[in-house]
């Protein structure tokens, strides 16, 4: 019963400006485009994406 741990890292390739949204996207499974366009939208109608993507960029490691 050996289960990997995932852990989730800020993409050093696929990135626009600090990886965090490729990060999140291979840890969760799906295609980037998606995790853009999700925190987008949580930029302009839920207004905590801007803070969200700080917190991130500052918590998130860089993949090794």
């Known amino acids: 019963m050996s289960e990997k741990i995932r852990k989730i890292y800020r993409s050093r390739k ?27 939208l949580s930029i302009f109608f839920m207004g905590f994406g801007i803070i969200a993507y700080i917190l991130a960029w500052i918590l998130i490691p860089e993949e090794p």
């Open 14 to 40: 696929d990135r626009i400006i600090a990886g965090v949204c490729s990060g999140f996207a291979k840890y969760l499974g799906i295609d980037v485009p998606i995790v853009r366009l999700v925190w987008i």
